[in-house]
C-alpha cells in the first residue's frame, strides 16, 4: 500500500487545507493523475499523484488542516510491497520536508538548579592532574580565589595520604616545585662542567660576630643569622671576582658579568628544595638583610613566594648548618643554572685542628665550591676560595660598613 | 496543458489578485515586431513575415532544434507534476521560453563556453547531454558531475563546455565575460554565450560585465533573456530605460532586440553576433519572451499578474510557430509531431524511473573538492562525522 | 630606474620583497597576469608593482575600472579560463563589494561543480594599522572570509614571508588571499636569496621561544607582541613564547598545540576586533585539543568592536605593547 505523505509544495509551509477531492476510493488513477486541490497561504494547488494504482482510503475531508509529512491518501500499487512517499534507504537521504516542530516542553523535574556549593572549582591541568593521582575533586577545599582547588592543594592531600597505590609500594608523584627542580638538576648536570673544590676555615670569626651582634642587639631587634653574615661575606668576594657572579648565555655561548650580587639561599621547605633570592646583597646592611631572609622564610613556609622571588640570582649559597647531625665533610653541590657556581657551607663543629703549628680542637666550617668549568678554571676557583677563606676567618675586617 | 495560473476563486486567495498593476494589459510587443524594433524571421504562424531573412540551417539540425524544444517543454511539464507529487524538491518552471536558449546554443561550436540560466535544460541536450543526466540532477542523485550539490535545474557539465551557473542571477555576467577576456588574451579562438534574465540585469555585476566587456571587446554574446518578470517585478520596476539592449549603449557594446519565441530570429541574430565578436567584441542581445509559468514552484502569480495577459502570449507560443514553420516547408507534419510527444514522455519517464531510485551522495562527499587537497580542518570534520554516522544511536 | 631589478640584496623591503615574488611569478608562467586599479601605468598606488607594465607589457598589466566587484568577478572569470590573475584591491576596507566573488563564487566553483572547474587566483589586500587610515584604510578584514572555507588566507609579517607567501599563493590550484602589511611596506627590510622557492602554506613560526606562556598573533602586531615578551622578561622574568601563525586558513594547530602543552598559558592577539575573531577560533580549538594544559583561560587582546578610530587609532584601538603585557601578566598570575 502507497502512503502518500502530504508534501511541502513551496519552501517551507507546514500545513495546507484540503479544497476537495478530485478521486473517489475505488478510482483507478494514472501517474500523475489529479489527486486533490489543496490551499497554502501561497497559492492553490492541485496535487497528481506520485504513483498509480487503485485509491483506497482518503484520509481527510474538505476543509480539514492537513500537516506536511502526514499521511494523506492511500494508494494500492501494482506493486503491492508497502511503500510510502520519500522513502529512501540512502545513508544521509532523510527527507528534508518535517512537518512543523514539535513544541518543546520543560517539565519542572527536569531542571537542575545550579547548586554553588556543589560547583568545584579548578583549572584544567589541575583536575587532570587530580584525575592522574587518583583524587576525588569533591573531597578537597580549594584554597585558592573563589574556592578554586589549586596544585598545591593536590600536593597536600597527596602527601599527606602517600599510600595512593595499594600494598607496600607508596608513590611519590614528581609534581608542582618538585618537578621543576628534578628538570632544572637534570639540566644543570648534564650542561655544565661540574667540578669541586672542598676547603675549611675556622669559624672563630663568624661565631665571635654573631655573638657580638647578638648581645649588642636590642630585644626586639632581628636576629641576625649565620646565613646573613656568610651571605655578606660572599657577597662582598664575589664583587672582587666577577666569573663567580655571571650567569650563563647558552645561545650566545657566553658569560654575562653582573654588577649587582643577588644570592640565592637555598632553604628546605616543605614542597622541597627551594631558591629564593636575595638581591643586592652586597650594598645592603646585615640588618636589613636579616629582614628579607627572615621575610622570605615565613613566605616560603606559607608557600607565598612568587616567581619574582626566584629570578636574577647570580650566585647560590647553601648552608645546611640547621639541619646537620653527622659530621658532613664535604658536598658536591648542584649549581642552580644558568649560575657559574655554588657554595656549600656546613655547620660549624668542633674538630681537631693545627693553629700556630700546634694540634687543638677548635671551631671549623666546612665548605664545597662547586664552579663551571667550562668559563672557570682552577686557578680563578683557588684564587676565589682564597678570598672566601680570609673573609670568613675574619669576618669584621671583610665586612665594610654599609 | 493543465494552467498552473488559476485563479483560484476560493476566498483565501481570491483577494490577493487584487495587488494593483503599474499598467492596463498591453498587446503582445511580438505581432508589432518592426515597429518596436524587434528582430523577427517568422510571425505566428510560421510564415516568413519578419525583418530578418530565413537562416541558413540544414533540414536535419531545424528538426534537431525543434524536437529539443518539445523535449524541453515536456521536461518542463513533468518537472512540475514531480515537485507537486512531492517527488522533487523543486521546480523551475520554462514554458514558453524554449526558443532562446536552443536557438542560441545551436548558434554556437562545441568548443565554445556557455553560462546558462535555470530555465534552460536545453543547452545541456543540445550539447549531448543525456536526459538521465539532468534527472539525476534534479533528485540530486549520485551520477551526474554536480554531485547532487545544487538545487534542481542548476545545472551544468564542464565536458560539454556549460558552466554550471551561479545561483545568483548575473553574479556570472562578468565570470563569463573574465573567461571571454582570458581566451581573447590567450589568442584562442573560443567564444562565448552568457544567458540571464532581465531581473539580472540590475545587479552591479551587469554594469561591472558590460563595463568591461566594452573596454577590452572579448568574444562574447550576452542576451538578456526579457521574459517579462523577475518573480513577481515587471519590467516597469526593474527599470526605466525602454528597453534592456539599449543600456548596452551605455558601455559601447552593440545591442539589439529579438523576437524571443522565433527559433530562427534568435539563431540568425546570435550567430552574427558570434561571428562578429572577434572583431567588433562584445554584444548585447535583448529577447523578447514571456515567463508563462510560476518563477518557481513556491510562487503564487496571482499575487501579481492577470491570466489574461499571460493569455495575449499564447499565439506567440515558439513550439507552435516553429511547427508551422516546418510543416510550411514539409519537414513535419501531425503524425510525427504526436510521435515526437509519445516518445518524448516515454523517454523522460524512462529517465524519471532510473534516478529516482539512484543512490544519494554519501555524506562524506561533502568535503570533496573544497580545495585541491583537503586541509586538516575538513579532514577532521569529516572523520567526526563519519565516526558519529558508525553510531548506532 | 629598472624597478624590477632589486638592489643585489643586501636587503629587501616587504614591497621590494611582494614586487619581486610577482616579478618571478609573472617571468615563470605566461598564465600569470596582474590588474588592479593604477597597477599597471602609475604602478600601484604604494608604487608595489612599479615597472611590472615596462617589464610585461598591458595584456599582463591591467589598469582596471574602478570597481572591485568587477576586478575580482572578471578574475574569477580569467582564472575560469586558465590564467592565473592576480588581482589587486587597493585597500582591504574597499573590498566588501567584492565579497561575494571572493566567498561565494571563486571560493565555491570547484564545490559547486563537483570539481569541473576552479579558481586558482590570488586576491592582494593591503592591510593593518599604523598608517593613520582610519577605519576606510586599516580596517582588518581577514575574518570575513575565514569562515565558511574555499579561500586560503595568508598573513606575511616579514620581508621574506611576502615574497615567498606571493610565489605560494600564484602557484596555489584554489583563491588565496594575501594580506599585505601595509604599515611595513617601507619599514622593515632584511636579507635573503630572491630563490623563487614559495613558502609552505599552513606553516607558523615560533619566533621567540619561552616556557611561561604562548602569545599566538599574525602579522605587523606580531612585533608589539615581541616588545611585550621582552618588556616581562625583564620586568618580571616571564618567558613569553611568541608564535607567528603567518596562515590563518590552514592554521598550524600542531605549533600551536605544542607550545600550549608546554607552557599552559595563552595569550592570543590580533588587530582585528575582538568579538567571533579568529582569536574565537584558536581559542575553542585549543580548549578542544589542550584541554588538560590549560593553567589559566585564554586571553584575547585585540581592537573593540567599533571601528578603527582615524587619529587615536594607531596607538588606541590596536593592541599595543602595553596592553599585551598586561593581558600575559594577568594570564600569568591566575593561580592554578
Same mark, same amino acid.
Given at each position: 500500500?502507497?502512503?502518500?505523505?502530504?508534501?511541502?509544495?513551496?519552501?517551507?509551509?507546514?500545513?495546507?487545507?484540503?479544497?476537495?477531492?478530485?478521486?473517489?476510493?475505488?478510482?483507478?488513477?494514472?501517474?500523475?493523475?489529479?489527486?486533490?486541490?489543496?490551499?497554502?497561504?501561497?497559492?492553490?494547488?492541485?496535487? %497528481?499523484?506520485?504513483?498509480?494504482?487503485?485509491?483506497?482510503?482518503?484520509?481527510?475531508?474538505?476543509?480539514?488542516?492537513?500537516?506536511?509529512?502526514?499521511?494523506?491518501? +492511500?494508494?494500492?500499487?501494482?506493486?503491492?510491497?508497502?511503500?510510502?512517499?520519500?522513502?529512501?534507504?540512502?545513508?544521509?537521504?532523510?527527507?528534508?520536508?518535517?512537518?512543523?516542530?514539535?513544541?518543546?516542553?520543560?517539565? %519542572?523535574?527536569?531542571?537542575?538548579?545550579?547548586?554553588?556549593?556543589?560547583?568545584?572549582?579548578?583549572?584544567?591541568?589541575?583536575?587532570?592532574?587530580?584525575? +592522574?593521582?587518583?583524587? *576525588?575533586?569533591?573531597?578537597?577545599?580549594?584554597?585558592?580565589?573563589?574556592?578554586?582547588?589549586?596544585?598545591?592543594?593536590?600536593?597536600?592531600?597527596?602527601?599527606?595520604?602517600?599510600?595512593?597505590?595499594?600494598?607496600?609500594?607508596?608513590?611519590?608523584?614528581?609534581?608542582?616545585?618538585?618537578?621543576?627542580?628534578?628538570?632544572? !638538576?637534570?639540566?644543570?648536570?648534564?650542561?655544565?662542567?661540574?667540578?669541586? !673544590?672542598?676547603?675549611?676555615?675556622?669559624?672563630?670569626?663568624?661565631?665571635?660576630? &654573631?655573638?657580638?651582634?647578638?648581645?649588642?642587639? &636590642?630585644?626586639?631587634?632581628?636576629?641576625?643569622?649565620?646565613?646573613?653574615?656568610?651571605?655578606?661575606?660572599?657577597?662582598?668576594?664575589?664583587?672582587?671576582?666577577?666569573?663567580?657572579?655571571?650567569?650563563?648565555?647558552?645561545?650566545?655561548?657566553?658569560?654575562?658579568?653582573?654588577?649587582?650580587?643577588?644570592?640565592g639561599l637555598a632553604l628546605a621547605s616543605g614542597r622541597g628544595l627551594s631558591v629564593p633570592v636575595l638581591r643586592d646583597v652586597h650594598n645592603k646592611g646585615l640588618t636589613e638583610l636579616a629582614r628579607e631572609v627572615s621575610d622570605i622564610v615565613i613566605r616560603g613556609r606559607n608557600g607565598q613566594l612568587q616567581l619574582k622571588d626566584y629570578r636574577d640570582g647570580t650566585f647560590t649559597l647553601s648552608n645546611t648548618g640547621n639541619l646537620e647531625q653527622a659530621a658532613i665533610l664535604s658536598a658536591r653541590p648542584v649549581i642552580n643554572a644558568p649560575q657559574t657556581a655554588i657554595l656549600w657551607v656546613s655547620k660549624i663543629k668542633t674538630r681537631p685542628r693545627v693553629t700556630d703549628d700546634r694540634l687543638e680542637a677548635g671551631p671549623?666550617?666546612?665548605?664545597?665550591?662547586?664552579?663551571?668549568? /667550562?668559563?672557570?678554571? $682552577?686557578?680563578?676557583?683557588?684564587?676565589?676560595?682564597?678570598?672566601?677563606?680570609?673573609?670568613?676567618?675574619?669576618?669584621?675586617?671583610?665586612?665594610?660598613?654599609? | 496543458?493543465?494552467?498552473?495560473?488559476?485563479?483560484?476563486?476560493?476566498?483565501?486567495?481570491?483577494?490577493?489578485?487584487?495587488?494593483?498593476?503599474?499598467?492596463?494589459?498591453?498587446?503582445?510587443?511580438?505581432? @508589432?515586431?518592426?515597429?518596436?524594433?524587434?528582430?523577427?524571421?517568422?510571425?505566428?504562424?510560421?510564415?516568413?513575415?519578419?525583418?530578418?531573412?530565413?537562416?541558413?540551417?540544414?533540414?536535419?539540425?531545424?528538426? /534537431?532544434?525543434?524536437?529539443?524544444?518539445?523535449?524541453?517543454?515536456?521536461?518542463? #511539464?513533468?518537472?512540475?507534476?514531480?515537485? &507537486?507529487?512531492?517527488?522533487?524538491?523543486?521546480?523551475?518552471?520554462?514554458?514558453?521560453?524554449?526558443?532562446?536558449?536552443?536557438?542560441?546554443?545551436?548558434?554556437?561550436?562545441?568548443?565554445?563556453?556557455?553560462?546558462?540560466?535555470?530555465?534552460?535544460?536545453?543547452?545541456?541536450?543540445? /550539447?549531448?547531454?543525456?536526459?538521465?543526466?539532468?534527472?539525476?540532477?534534479?533528485?540530486?542523485?549520485?551520477?551526474?558531475?554536480?554531485?547532487?550539490?545544487?538545487?534542481? =535545474?542548476?545545472?551544468? #557539465?564542464?565536458?560539454?563546455?556549460?558552466?554550471?551557473?551561479?545561483?545568483?542571477?548575473?553574479?556570472?555576467?562578468?565570470?563569463?565575460?573574465?573567461?571571454?577576456?582570458?581566451?581573447?588574451?590567450?589568442?584562442?579562438?573560443?567564444?562565448?554565450?552568457?544567458?540571464?534574465?532581465?531581473?539580472?540585469?540590475?545587479?552591479?555585476?551587469?554594469?561591472?560585465?558590460?563595463?568591461?566587456?566594452?573596454?577590452?571587446?572579448?568574444?562574447?554574446?550576452?542576451?538578456?533573456?526579457? @521574459?517579462?518578470?523577475?518573480?513577481?517585478?515587471?519590467?516597469?520596476?526593474?527599470?526605466?530605460?525602454? =528597453?534592456?539592449?539599449?543600456?548596452?549603449?551605455?558601455?559601447?557594446?552593440?545591442?539589439?532586440?529579438?523576437?524571443?519565441?522565433?527559433?530562427?530570429?534568435?539563431?540568425?541574430?546570435?550567430?552574427?553576433?558570434?561571428?562578429?565578436?572577434?572583431?567588433? $567584441?562584445?554584444?548585447?542581445?535583448?529577447?523578447?519572451?514571456? /515567463?508563462?509559468?510560476?518563477?518557481?514552484?513556491?510562487?503564487? %502569480?496571482?499575487?501579481?499578474?492577470?491570466?489574461?495577459?499571460?493569455?495575449?502570449?499564447?499565439?506567440?507560443?515558439?513550439?507552435?510557430?516553429?511547427?508551422?514553420?516546418? =510543416?510550411?516547408?514539409?519537414?513535419? *507534419?501531425?503524425?510525427?509531431?504526436?510521435?515526437?510527444?509519445?516518445?518524448?514522455?516515454?523517454?523522460?519517464?524512462?529517465?524519471?524511473?532510473?534516478?529516482?531510485?539512484?543512490?544519494?551522495?554519501?555524506?562524506?562527499?561533502?568535503?570533496?573538492?573544497?580545495?585541491?587537497?583537503?586541509?586538516?580542518?575538513?579532514?577532521?570534520?569529516?572523520?567526526?562525522?563519519?565516526?558519529?554516522?558508525?553510531?548506532?544511536? | 630606474?629598472?624597478?624590477?631589478?632589486?638592489?643585489?640584496?643586501?636587503?629587501?623591503?616587504?614591497?621590494?620583497?611582494?614586487?619581486?615574488?610577482?616579478?618571478?611569478? !609573472?617571468?615563470?608562467?605566461?598564465?600569470?597576469?596582474?590588474?588592479?586599479?593604477?597597477?599597471?601605468?602609475?604602478?600601484?598606488?604604494? &608604487?608595489?608593482?612599479?615597472?611590472?607594465?615596462?617589464?610585461?607589457?598591458?595584456?599582463?598589466?591591467?589598469?582596471?575600472?574602478?570597481?572591485?566587484?568587477?576586478?575580482?568577478?572578471?578574475?574569477?572569470?580569467?582564472?575560469?579560463?586558465?590564467?592565473?590573475?592576480?588581482?589587486?584591491?587597493?585597500?582591504?576596507?574597499?573590498?566588501?563589494?567584492?565579497?561575494?566573488?571572493?566567498?561565494?563564487?571563486?571560493?565555491?566553483?570547484?564545490?559547486?561543480?563537483?570539481?569541473?572547474?576552479?579558481?586558482?587566483?590570488?586576491?592582494?589586500?593591503?592591510?593593518?594599522?599604523?598608517?593613520?587610515?582610519?577605519?576606510?584604510?586599516?580596517?582588518?578584514?581577514?575574518?570575513?572570509?575565514?569562515?565558511?572555507?574555499?579561500?586560503?588566507?595568508?598573513?606575511?609579517?616579514?620581508?621574506?614571508?611576502?615574497?615567498?607567501?606571493?610565489?605560494?599563493?600564484?602557484?596555489?590550484?584554489?583563491?588565496?588571499?594575501?594580506?599585505?602589511?601595509?604599515?611595513?611596506?617601507?619599514?622593515?627590510?632584511?636579507?635573503?636569496?630572491?630563490? $623563487?622557492?614559495?613558502?609552505?602554506?599552513?606553516?607558523a613560526a615560533v619566533t621567540r621561544g619561552g616556557r611561561d606562556v604562548t602569545a599566538l598573533t599574525y602579522g605587523p602586531i606580531r612585533y608589539q607582541v615581541e616588545q611585550a615578551a621582552r618588556e616581562v622578561a625583564e620586568k618580571s622574568g616571564i618567558e613569553t613564547e611568541v608564535i607567528d601563525l603567518r596562515t590563518l586558513i590552514p592554521y598550524d594547530i600542531e605549533t600551536i598545540v605544542q607550545s600550549v602543552k608546554k607552557t599552559g598559558r595563552v595569550v592570543i592577539v590580533h588587530e582585528a576586533p575582538l568579538s567571533m575573531g579568529f582569536g574565537a577560533e584558536l581559542a575553542a580549538v585549543i580548549q578542544e585539543k589542550a584541554f588538560g594544559y590549560l593553567h589559566a583561560p585564554i586571553q584575547r587582546v585585540a581592537a573593540?568592536?567599533?571601528?578603527?578610530?582615524?587619529?587615536?587609532?594607531?596607538?588606541?584601538?590596536?593592541?599595543?605593547?602595553?596592553?599585551?603585557?598586561?593581558?600575559?601578566?594577568?594570564?600569568?598570575?591566575?593561580?592554578?
Amino acid at each position: 500500500m502507497f502512503e502518500f505523505l502530504l508534501p511541502d509544495i513551496g519552501e517551507g509551509i507546514s500545513e495546507a487545507e484540503l479544497i476537495s477531492w478530485s478521486v473517489q476510493p475505488g478510482d483507478y488513477v494514472e501517474e500523475d493523475q489529479e489527486l486533490a486541490t489543496i490551499s497554502t497561504d501561497k497559492v492553490n494547488v492541485e496535487l %497528481p499523484s506520485p504513483r498509480a494504482g487503485t485509491v483506497r482510503e482518503l484520509c481527510w475531508q474538505p476543509g480539514d488542516i492537513v500537516k506536511v509529512g502526514a499521511v494523506f491518501l +492511500r494508494i494500492e500499487t501494482s506493486a503491492g510491497a508497502d511503500d510510502t512517499s520519500h522513502q529512501s534507504d540512502s545513508p544521509g537521504g532523510q527527507p528534508h520536508k518535517v512537518a512543523s516542530p514539535a513544541r518543546i516542553v520543560v517539565s %519542572p523535574e527536569s531542571t537542575t538548579p545550579l547548586n554553588r556549593d556543589n560547583a568545584i572549582v579548578a583549572a584544567p591541568s589541575t583536575r587532570k592532574l587530580a584525575q +592522574r593521582l587518583g583524587i *576525588d575533586l569533591s573531597t578537597i577545599a580549594g584554597s585558592g580565589q573563589d574556592g578554586r582547588i589549586l596544585t598545591r592543594d593536590l600536593e597536600a592531600t597527596a602527601a599527606a595520604s602517600p599510600s595512593l597505590k595499594a600494598g607496600s609500594v607508596r608513590c611519590e608523584a614528581l609534581i608542582g616545585a618538585r618537578s621543576a627542580m628534578a628538570e632544572r !638538576m637534570a639540566y644543570s648536570v648534564h650542561t655544565l662542567a661540574h667540578s669541586t !673544590m672542598s676547603f675549611e676555615v675556622p669559624g672563630d670569626g663568624l661565631l665571635a660576630l &654573631r655573638e657580638r651582634l647578638a648581645s649588642a642587639a &636590642r630585644a626586639d631587634d632581628i636576629k641576625i643569622s649565620m646565613s646573613v653574615i656568610l651571605s655578606k661575606c660572599v657577597a662582598s668576594v664575589l664583587t672582587r671576582h666577577g666569573r663567580f657572579n655571571a650567569t650563563i648565555d647558552e645561545e650566545a655561548r657566553s658569560l654575562l658579568l653582573h654588577d649587582e650580587v643577588n644570592l640565592g639561599l637555598a632553604l628546605a621547605s616543605g614542597r622541597g628544595l627551594s631558591v629564593p633570592v636575595l638581591r643586592d646583597v652586597h650594598n645592603k646592611g646585615l640588618t636589613e638583610l636579616a629582614r628579607e631572609v627572615s621575610d622570605i622564610v615565613i613566605r616560603g613556609r606559607n608557600g607565598q613566594l612568587q616567581l619574582k622571588d626566584y629570578r636574577d640570582g647570580t650566585f647560590t649559597l647553601s648552608n645546611t648548618g640547621n639541619l646537620e647531625q653527622a659530621a658532613i665533610l664535604s658536598a658536591r653541590p648542584v649549581i642552580n643554572a644558568p649560575q657559574t657556581a655554588i657554595l656549600w657551607v656546613s655547620k660549624i663543629k668542633t674538630r681537631p685542628r693545627v693553629t700556630d703549628d700546634r694540634l687543638e680542637a677548635g671551631p671549623m666550617m666546612n665548605c664545597s665550591l662547586s664552579f663551571d668549568h /667550562r668559563f672557570i678554571d $682552577g686557578a680563578d676557583s683557588v684564587n676565589f676560595i682564597n678570598e672566601l677563606a680570609l673573609c670568613f676567618e675574619r669576618p669584621e675586617q671583610a665586612l665594610a660598613p654599609a | 496543458m493543465v494552467s498552473r495560473t488559476s485563479s483560484a476563486s476560493h476566498s483565501k486567495t481570491g483577494d490577493k489578485s487584487a495587488t494593483s498593476h503599474p499598467s492596463s494589459i498591453p498587446v503582445c510587443p511580438l505581432a @508589432n515586431a518592426a515597429a518596436n524594433g524587434i528582430r523577427q524571421v517568422i510571425d505566428s504562424d510560421g510564415h516568413l513575415t519578419g525583418d530578418l531573412a530565413e537562416p541558413d540551417i540544414p533540414n536535419d539540425e531545424l528538426i /534537431r532544434l525543434y524536437e529539443t524544444m518539445v523535449l524541453v517543454r515536456a521536461i518542463d #511539464d513533468r518537472g512540475w507534476m514531480l515537485q &507537486r507529487s512531492g517527488r522533487v524538491e523543486f521546480w523551475i518552471p520554462h514554458r514558453g521560453l524554449e526558443a532562446v536558449h536552443n536557438a542560441a546554443t545551436l548558434a554556437f561550436d562545441a568548443k565554445d563556453w556557455i553560462w546558462m540560466g535555470y530555465r534552460h535544460p536545453g543547452v545541456m541536450l543540445l /550539447r549531448g547531454a543525456p536526459l538521465l543526466q539532468l534527472f539525476t540532477q534534479f533528485f540530486g542523485r549520485v551520477g551526474e558531475p554536480l554531485k547532487g550539490r545544487r538545487l534542481p =535545474t542548476m545545472m551544468g #557539465d564542464g565536458r560539454i563546455n556549460v558552466v554550471p551557473m551561479t545561483t545568483q542571477v548575473g553574479s556570472y555576467i562578468p565570470h563569463a565575460c573574465g573567461a571571454a577576456w582570458g581566451a581573447k588574451l590567450k589568442g584562442h579562438d573560443t567564444r562565448f554565450l552568457a544567458i540571464f534574465g532581465d531581473g539580472a540585469s540590475s545587479r552591479g555585476e551587469f554594469h561591472s560585465g558590460m563595463n568591461f566587456a566594452g573596454i577590452h571587446k572579448p568574444p562574447i554574446v550576452f542576451i538578456c533573456e526579457n @521574459n517579462g518578470w523577475a518573480i513577481s517585478t515587471p519590467q516597469s520596476l526593474q527599470t526605466a530605460s525602454a =528597453t534592456f539592449a539599449e543600456k548596452g549603449d551605455a558601455y559601447g557594446i552593440r545591442n539589439l532586440r529579438v523576437d524571443g519565441n522565433d527559433p530562427l530570429a534568435v539563431y540568425s541574430v546570435v550567430r552574427e553576433a558570434r561571428e562578429l565578436a572577434p572583431e567588433q $567584441g562584445a554584444s548585447l542581445i535583448e529577447a523578447i519572451t514571456y /515567463r508563462m509559468g510560476f518563477h518557481t514552484s513556491s510562487d503564487n %502569480p496571482d499575487l501579481y499578474r492577470k491570466q489574461e495577459e499571460v493569455a495575449i502570449w499564447e499565439p506567440w507560443d515558439p513550439l507552435t510557430r516553429m511547427r508551422k514553420y516546418l =510543416t510550411g516547408k514539409a519537414l513535419w *507534419d501531425d503524425a510525427r509531431d504526436e510521435a515526437l510527444w509519445t516518445r518524448c514522455k516515454s523517454d523522460i519517464a524512462d529517465a524519471v524511473n532510473q534516478a529516482e531510485v539512484l543512490d544519494f551522495p554519501h555524506p562524506a562527499t561533502m568535503f570533496d573538492d573544497t580545495f585541491q587537497d583537503l586541509t586538516w580542518m575538513l579532514e577532521e570534520q569529516r572523520a567526526q562525522l563519519l565516526a558519529d554516522l558508525e553510531e548506532p544511536t | 630606474m629598472s624597478a624590477v631589478s632589486i638592489a643585489a640584496s643586501n636587503e629587501t623591503t616587504v614591497l621590494e620583497a611582494l614586487k619581486a615574488g610577482m616579478a618571478h611569478a !609573472m617571468e615563470a608562467d605566461p598564465d600569470v597576469i596582474l590588474l588592479g586599479e593604477d597597477v599597471a601605468r602609475a604602478g600601484g598606488i604604494f &608604487r608595489t608593482s612599479t615597472g611590472l607594465f615596462e617589464r610585461f607589457g598591458p595584456e599582463r598589466v591591467i589598469d582596471t575600472p574602478l570597481d572591485e566587484k568587477g576586478i575580482v568577478a572578471h578574475g574569477v572569470g580569467l582564472s575560469l579560463y586558465g590564467l592565473k590573475p592576480i588581482v589587486e584591491i587597493q585597500f582591504s576596507g574597499f573590498i566588501h563589494d567584492a565579497f561575494e566573488h571572493i566567498m561565494f563564487c571563486a571560493a565555491r566553483y570547484r564545490w559547486s561543480t563537483g570539481g569541473q572547474y576552479s579558481c586558482p587566483m590570488v586576491i592582494r589586500a593591503p592591510s593593518y594599522g599604523g598608517i593613520k587610515g582610519g577605519f576606510w584604510h586599516s580596517q582588518s578584514v581577514e575574518a570575513y572570509f575565514v569562515h565558511h572555507g574555499g579561500v586560503k588566507i595568508l598573513c606575511p609579517s616579514t620581508p621574506e614571508d611576502a615574497y615567498r607567501m606571493m610565489l605560494a599563493a600564484v602557484a596555489d590550484p584554489d583563491p588565496v588571499l594575501l594580506v599585505e602589511p601595509v604599515p611595513l611596506y617601507r619599514s622593515l627590510s632584511s636579507s635573503f636569496e630572491l630563490d $623563487g622557492v614559495p613558502a609552505i602554506i599552513g606553516q607558523a613560526a615560533v619566533t621567540r621561544g619561552g616556557r611561561d606562556v604562548t602569545a599566538l598573533t599574525y602579522g605587523p602586531i606580531r612585533y608589539q607582541v615581541e616588545q611585550a615578551a621582552r618588556e616581562v622578561a625583564e620586568k618580571s622574568g616571564i618567558e613569553t613564547e611568541v608564535i607567528d601563525l603567518r596562515t590563518l586558513i590552514p592554521y598550524d594547530i600542531e605549533t600551536i598545540v605544542q607550545s600550549v602543552k608546554k607552557t599552559g598559558r595563552v595569550v592570543i592577539v590580533h588587530e582585528a576586533p575582538l568579538s567571533m575573531g579568529f582569536g574565537a577560533e584558536l581559542a575553542a580549538v585549543i580548549q578542544e585539543k589542550a584541554f588538560g594544559y590549560l593553567h589559566a583561560p585564554i586571553q584575547r587582546v585585540a581592537a573593540p568592536d567599533v571601528p578603527y578610530h582615524f587619529s587615536i587609532g594607531d596607538e588606541h584601538y590596536r593592541p599595543n605593547a602595553k596592553r599585551i603585557r598586561l593581558a600575559i601578566k594577568r594570564s600569568m598570575e591566575f593561580e592554578f
